[in-house]
């Protein structure tokens, strides 16, 4: 279920997957809330493209750590591709 940063009190939390797009941040969203993980998600800034370097923005999704494995586990079972930048 989505939280504010600051339910999860003093904890670092992990990141664990970077939506670019909308569509993916709300199926994230869905995947995550129907499976009953506790997270937290917030937009910053990435950087994207292959040949030129360009600055985007994406929503990016952070779990407490103990609840990381299972979480990454839950979308990669939905289909959701974690990169480098994700795990």
Do not use: C, H, N
Not at 17 to 35: G, P, Q
Not at 55 to 65: D, H, K, N
Not at 72 to 78: G, V
């Amino acid at each position: 279920m989505r939280r504010d940063g600051d339910s999860f009190g003093d904890q670092d939390l992990e990141l664990i997957f970077i939506a670019k797009k909308l569509k993916e941040a709300l199926r994230a969203e869905e995947v995550l809330t129907s499976a009953g993980i506790d997270y937290a998600v917030e937009s910053d800034r990435y950087l994207g493209g292959v040949l030129f370097k360009r600055e985007l923005t994406g929503a990016f999704f952070y779990v407490a750590p103990e609840a990381a494995k299972t979480a990454k586990e839950t979308l990669r079972q939905a289909k959701f591709k974690l990169t480098e930048m994700s795990l």
